[in-house]
C-alpha cells in the first residue's frame, strides 16, 4: 500500500516576525492520509546552542535569531556582545519557550530516506560514507556540495541554499527558494518516478 509523507526541511524559526507561530502550525495536525517527517535547519540547531550556550546569541541574531526571541515575548539584549545580556536573555527564553516547543526542537532528524531520495536540510561533504557525515555539513555545507557530481547512493533533496527556481542535477534537488525574502514557497511532490513542483 502506498504511503503518503511530508517532509520538512527545517529552517522553521528566524525567518519572519511569528516564529512560535510557525511551531504551532507544524505541531498541529498532519494532513489527513499524511505522515510527517521534521527535519532540523541550521536555524534550529542555532536555537538549540543558544540555549546551551548564551554567548552563540551573537552569532544567532545576526541571521534573524532576535525575531524569534520576540515572537516568543523576549527582548534582545542591547548589546549582543555583553555576556550579562546574553544570560539574562538565554534564562528568559528557555522560561518562555514552551516545554513542547523545546521537544519539538530536540525531535528535528538530520535526514530521511525514502526510495531512492535522501532528504536533508544543506546537503552532504562529498567523499563521505552516509554513515560517516557529521552533522555541521548536514546542517550548513554550500560550495563543496553543490558544485559536486560526486554520486552519494541517493538523490539528495535539499535546502539552505537559495535559488531562482528549483535546482534539478544528477545528483541533487534543491528546493529552497527564497520565500522568507520575497520569493515562492516550493515543495517538490515524488511519486514513483514522476516529479512535480508545487510553488505558493
Known sequence: ?????????????????????????????????????????????SLLRFLAEAEHGLQWFAYGGDATLYSYGVGAPRAPTDPVGLQRVKSEFACQLPPEHLAFFNSLRLMHTEDDYLFVHAGLRPGVRLEDQNAEDLLWIRDEFLTSDAEFGKIIVHGHSISTAPVVRRNRIGIDTGAFAGGPLTCLVLEGTNRTFLTS
Open 1 to 45: 500500500m502506498p504511503r503518503n509523507v511530508v517532509v520538512y526541511l527545517g529552517d522553521y524559526v528566524d525567518r519572519g516576525p511569528d516564529s512560535r507561530g510557525v511551531i504551532d502550525m507544524l505541531r498541529g495536525d498532519a494532513l489527513p492520509g499524511f505522515e510527517r517527517v521534521f527535519l532540523k535547519g541550521n536555524h534550529e540547531a
